[in-house]
């Protein structure tokens, strides 16, 4: 493959459009629910059957999420095709993208459940977390493929503790994110109606299921909240390349947006807005900590860099 530069690869810019449109979707997604428009279209894959309804009202909002995520599994067979052309030499990326397109059928599948079970709790917050592990991967795809020649290696110990912290963080992300899923399935989004206290007191009386699971959001955001800026912080003084230490300064202030957005999304009583840009800064979050993770296992000395490139 010498014979070709890296910048004249088109796999990892389709692996980056593919992230940018699963963050897209994912907060039209969120707009669909915010905007109970969930079953405007009450039959499915077809829209009062047909696939070009009238795009008015609600159906507006569901087919176009409809639209969209067609759109992400043609677009993400198109990075898949690119990557089996431009990457024999590391067929990893072609195995990746093959579970890639397997999670976008079996996520489009519980989409469908979804709308056909008249949104059950557990089947529609499984379609989110299926979503978030695309995006995870896409991510991975993305980072791994970037050109970053550039960078300077960071000491083996520091990118070890680095990788650790950004995977354990991510992990925490996606856990509250699937959380957060729960509680606007089960409709628990205002079960607390005050922030930041929940019914005038710090730990409310758990006398229900949305109350709980409320709450637990609440309790996780804040752990969330610490672990990401503790990172952020102690990152700052680590030997790890400069990019690394923006990009993860870039979580910690995604993460406070999103707890005020949470606050936001509460005292606005769920206005579509700040709700859908809670679901938006959520995934923006783990995307972003996953690109940490892989910059920083690329930058380890002690590791072969996934991004290298064989000139």
Same mark, same amino acid.
């Given at each position: 493959?010498?014979?070709?530069?890296?910048?004249? @690869?088109?796999?990892?810019?389709?692996?980056?459009?593919?992230? /940018?449109w699963t963050l897209f979707l994912l907060w039209l997604g969120s707009v669909v629910h915010a905007t109970e428009s969930s079953l405007a279209c009450p039959d499915w894959p077809t829209c009062f059957g047909t696939m070009v309804p009238e795009m008015s009202g609600g159906v507006f909002w569901e087919h176009l999420h409809r639209l969209v995520a067609g759109g992400l599994v043609l677009m993400f067979a198109l990075a898949t095709w690119l990557a089996?052309?431009? *990457?024999?030499?590391?067929?990893?990326?072609?195995?990746?993208?093959?579970?890639g397109l397997a999670l976008l059928v079996i996520q489009s599948v519980f989409g469908g459940l979804t709308v056909l079970y008249r949104l059950p709790d557990l089947v529609s917050t499984t379609h989110l977390a299926l979503a978030l592990l695309f995006l995870t991967l896409a991510t991975v795809l993305a980072s791994s493929t970037a050109w970053a020649g550039d960078d300077e290696p960071a000491s083996t110990?520091?990118?070890?503790?680095?990788?650790?912290?950004?995977?354990?963080?991510?992990? @925490?992300? /996606?856990? !509250?994110? &699937?959380?957060?899923?729960?509680?606007?399935?089960?409709?628990?989004?205002?079960?607390?109606?005050?922030?930041?206290?929940?019914?005038?007191?710090?730990?409310?009386?758990?006398?229900? *299921?949305?109350?709980?699971?409320? /709450?637990?959001?609440? &309790?996780?955001?804040?752990?969330?909240?610490?672990?990401?800026?503790?990172f952020a912080l102690w990152v700052r003084g680590a030997d790890v390349p400069a990019r690394v230490r923006?990009? *993860?300064?870039?979580?910690?202030?995604?993460?406070?947006? !999103? &707890?005020?957005?949470g606050f936001a999304s509460v005292l606005t009583v769920l206005a579509v807005v700040p709700v859908s840009l809670h *679901?938006?800064?959520?995934?923006?979050i783990l995307a972003t900590l996953v690109h940490v993770a892989v910059t920083t296992r690329n930058a380890n000395p002690a590791v072969v860099p996934v991004a290298a490139w064989d000139d």
């Open positions: 493959m010498s014979d070709i530069r890296a910048g004249d @690869l088109l796999h990892p810019r389709a692996f980056k459009i593919t992230v /940018f089996r052309r431009e *990457t024999r030499h590391r067929p990893w990326i072609f195995r990746a993208c093959l579970g110990m520091a990118a070890d503790r680095a990788f650790a912290f950004a995977v354990f963080s991510g992990v @925490l992300v /996606f856990a !509250q994110s &699937v959380l957060g899923a729960l509680v606007r399935h089960m409709d628990a989004g205002m079960a607390c109606p005050d922030a930041p206290l929940c019914l005038g007191r710090v730990v409310p009386p758990l006398v229900n *299921t949305p109350i709980t699971v409320h /709450f637990l959001h609440r &309790v996780l955001g804040i752990v969330v909240l610490v672990v990401v800026t503790a923006r990009w *993860t300064g870039v979580a910690a202030a995604l993460v406070l947006v !999103q &707890v005020l957005l *679901t938006l800064v959520a995934a923006s």
